[in-house]
């Protein structure tokens, strides 16, 4: 489903509200021009105008000097009509990204009771039911702190944000951006649901999270090289975390906060003015990601924003970075990819690369050319702040010669992973089938290296990497905490210096910002570092004057003299500098953990339930929230021979959340089989089943994917009423009413088996008005004739309040054909 739909559902009654607020939207940006002086003034001097019109002129000019020119030359008509093609095809792109957000802007003027109303089945799965008044309360709050929280953010644009799109297009060869005017107009951002966390969590602390959305009539408009663009429509959507901590006794009771979001959010805008016209080549698409980038940089895990409000707090508790483990990923290989390249013969093959993104960190493996199944053997780590929220997400991609994930590149499909499922089973070995494509899967291997303050630990962590033989593994986590420098020499005669500090640990380097004349500088930043070797390992700081670029001070700490420190810590500290002042010091705070391998959580199966009441198994309580599904498959049906896939699943999301869940196994579904035997067995012990036998399966409604995941676990007790033809049993889905094609799902076949084991995930997009209607039909049929190939059948009612929760996990009795089946 796409955003416009989780907006505004078609089937809702509240639906009026666009076509009432679309009217308002002209009337809203005009009046926010009259209520703004400076913005007319601004106007009224702007040559915009004149050279949208100068454009407007060159280009018709242009059109029929190239048909006046083809003409001329006698060529094929195929000239002018390819690029007619693609300009049509360009302006419908464009027209669906108007009506998007059109339609997202007339939400943002709506009424909030509305709106929430209207948005009730689509709203995320971590969202309660949505208090009106409370959403009400906050978004008027909202409104009346805009003006300010406006001004603020027009300076933090200037002074942060400039700056570092400045250095990102110089990549690109593209310089001289500088923004030229900032009015983030007088639409607030909207608050869609909050949940209020109230149980697992610290006493000093409260968490909430926000469905956060901007849709504003803002106006930016910037130069680069010599060409004026601007930006318009600009929207971001996402789930902002709050943490409010510590609590005090005393006003304000909170002592500051942390806003961040957990995942990277949703970012579109409209690209408008001369460089649009020109399209200088991706540079859309360029800026997008860019901007991405920043956003990221600032608010998305691991970086925070934190806001001091009480001055009995020391920085130190709020911005100091708090990571919860680390994520070992190895992307080992893809296969069956989709053809891209097209050749002298047709479509050839794809020069494919993968992306993995975890929050604001991102990595990406080296381009195989020519090649549909590649094979990267790729390592790399990612830091990890929020274990029940954050996810992996990897994005295949065709290379064409351009900026790698940017222009040019066409997407070979993507696959998610939430970091609980794999923080729950220590490590995964997995065969995803990527989503948003045609075929195609990607071999990962993650591991979970939680962090220990023994140093005992670190000769295991040594060798394991050595073991890996992959020379930039790492064995330890370093976290720095830069409070400040004291007493700094003058880098130019009498004038104190634009200080800066550089850390560096092995090849990485973090910088902070920049503090202007001043010569005892309050930087109060946090950066983390994976260590190599802490035996052997140094960190370097670095302090530098901006306007001369001259080093004022330098100091190195040995890595190693942290683990003789008690709990491997050392807070707030000085530190001597050198080629410096005799005075001059750095204070900062040091914690050093060594990567230590999680030990997955236990699982016992879940039991038959002795009634019909098919009751849910309890949940494992774990740490701030209920687990949700997991989006990585743990299980595929690779070939134990080969290591081919000998069934492509269709999903790439396998539940981990119930503590009744059996854990899937990480061989092929053919070496399953093979290893139960062809072993008739009639009655399987400690399970009571109906007459047909029962099946037991996971299902669980993800409201963030819009996903409806199904996990075939095992079948019991199916009857053998022949001995000498033993049924070779498969499991078949379809969703009701309709039983479409699209919706069948098949499992592999197990044969020779009255009690197969298949642990097989599937996936149905579908939105949450359909799937309360629907049903979902499970029918175990035989590959063998033995009379009707139907061995029984069930029908879930997918409006289970539990499936659209945590998940339900439980056996079903085996019914009789209750509806003739497509076979």
């Known amino acids: 489903m796409s955003e416009t739909d989780s907006l505004l559902p078609k089937d809702s009654p509240k639906t009026e509200v666009v076509d009432k607020s679309v009217d308002e939207i002209d009337s809203k940006m005009s009046n926010s021009k009259e209520l703004t002086p400076e913005k007319a003034e601004i106007e009224s001097h702007s040559d915009g105008g004149i050279l949208s019109i100068m454009y407007s002129a060159a280009k018709k000019v242009a059109v029929v000097g190239i048909v006046y020119f083809v003409g001329y030359m006698n060529w094929s008509v195929a000239w002018l009509i390819c690029p007619l093609l693609l300009s049509v095809i360009r302006d419908q792109i464009r027209g669906q990204h108007d009506i998007r957000r059109q339609v997202a802007k007339a939400s943002a003027l709506a009424n909030d009771k509305d709106v929430i109303l209207a948005r009730l089945n689509d709203l995320p799965a971590w969202v309660f039911f949505p208090d009106v008044e409370r959403c009400e309360w906050l978004n008027r709050i909202l409104k009346q702190v805009w003006p300010n929280a406006n001004h603020f953010a027009r300076n933090m644009i200037k002074e942060s944000i400039e700056p570092n799109v400045q250095k990102a297009l110089e990549g690109y060869k593209l310089n001289g951006f500088k923004f030229e005017r900032m009015i983030l107009g007088t639409i607030p951002p909207r608050i869609g649901g909050v949940k209020v966390y109230d149980k697992n969590i610290a006493r000093n602390e409260i968490i909430m999270d926000l469905d956060l959305f901007y849709a504003g009539d803002c106006d930016i408009n910037f130069s680069l090289g010599g060409f004026r663009g601007g930006i318009k429509d600009f929207q971001i959507h996402g789930t902002v975390r709050v943490v409010m901590k510590p609590l005090i006794p005393n006003p304000p009771l909170v002592g500051g906060l942390q806003i961040f979001f957990l995942n990277n959010p949703n970012i579109d805008f409209n690209l408008v003015g001369v460089i649009d016209l020109l399209d200088m080549p991706g540079l859309s698409d360029i800026l ?212 800066y500090l550089t850390l560096s640990v092995g090849k990485k380097t973090e910088q902070t910002s920049v503090q202007m004349r001043t010569d005892s500088p309050v930087w109060e930043q946090g950066f983390t570092f994976l260590v190599a070797n802490p035996e052997n390992d140094t960190l370097q700081v670095k302090i530098m004057d901006q306007k001369t670029t001259n080093q004022i001070g330098t100091f190195t700490y040995i890595i190693a003299h942290l683990m003789d420190k008690k709990n491997m810590e050392v807070v707030s500290q000085p530190f001597q500098l050198q080629k410096s002042g005799p005075e001059s010091r750095v204070i900062m705070a040091l914690s050093l953990r060594v990567l230590k391998r999680g030990v997955p959580v236990e699982e016992e199966e879940p039991e038959k339930p002795e009634e019909d009441s098919q009751d849910v198994a309890p949940k494992a309580p774990l740490r701030k929230q209920d687990s949700k599904i997991s989006r990585s498959s743990v299980n595929a049906a690779i070939s134990s021979d080969s290591g081919t896939v000998e069934e492509p699943l269709t999903a790439s999301t396998v539940s981990t959340n119930l503590a009744g869940a059996p854990s899937s196994p990480t061989g092929s579904l053919k070496s399953a089989s093979s290893s139960l035997g062809r072993n008739p067995s009639i009655k399987s012990v400690g399970i009571e089943t109906g007459p047909l036998g029962a099946i037991n399966m996971t299902i669980q409604y993800s409201m963030q994917r819009q996903r409806l995941i199904v996990i075939i676990h095992k079948i019991k007790n199916i009857p053998l009423k022949d001995p000498s033809n033993i049924p070779d049993p498969y499991v078949k889905l379809y969703l009701l009413p309709g039983r479409s094609k699209d919706s069948k799902r098949k499992t592999a076949v197990v044969k020779d088996n009255c009690n197969p084991v298949f642990d097989a995930t599937f996936e149905y997009l579908i939105s949450v008005a359909e799937l309360n209607t629907s049903q979902l039909e499970v029918t175990i049929c035989t590959e063998k004739l033995i009379g009707s190939p139907i061995l029984g059948m069930v029908k879930v009612e997918l409006n289970d309040p539990e499936i659209q929760g945590t998940g339900k996990n439980t056996w079903w009795d085996l019914k009789p054909e209750f509806k003739s089946t497509d076979l």
């Open 288 to 499: 997008r990601r860019i901007i991405i980038e920043q956003v990221a940089a600032m608010m998305v895990l691991p970086n925070k924003l934190p806001i001091i409000l009480s001055d009995q707090i020391e920085a130190l508790s709020l911005k100091m970075p708090e990571p919860e483990g680390v994520l070992r990923v190895h992307v080992v290989e893809a296969k069956n990819l989709m053809k891209m390249d097209i050749g002298m013969l047709g479509k050839g093959k794809s020069d494919p690369y993968a992306i993995v993104t975890v929050g604001a960190q991102q990595f990406r493996t080296q381009i195989i050319d020519n090649n549909v199944n590649p094979k990267w053997d790729y390592w790399c780590e990612a830091e990890v702040n929020e274990i029940l929220s954050q996810e992996l997400l990897i994005q295949l991609w065709d290379y064409d010669g351009y900026f790698p994930g940017v222009q040019g590149d066409d997407p070979l499909g993507q696959a998610t992973v939430e970091i609980s499922s794999v923080v729950k089973k220590g490590e995964i070995d997995t065969w995803l089938t990527l989503e948003q494509a045609k075929h195609g899967m990607v071999h990962l291997r993650l591991s979970w290296m939680q962090l220990s303050s023994d140093r005992n630990d670190l000769k295991a962590a040594l060798e394991e990497t050595q073991m890996l033989r992959v020379t930039d593994m790492s064995t330890a986590l370093l976290t720095v905490f830069i409070d400040s420098a004291k007493n700094l020499p003058h880098a130019r005669q009498n004038a104190n210096p634009d200080a």
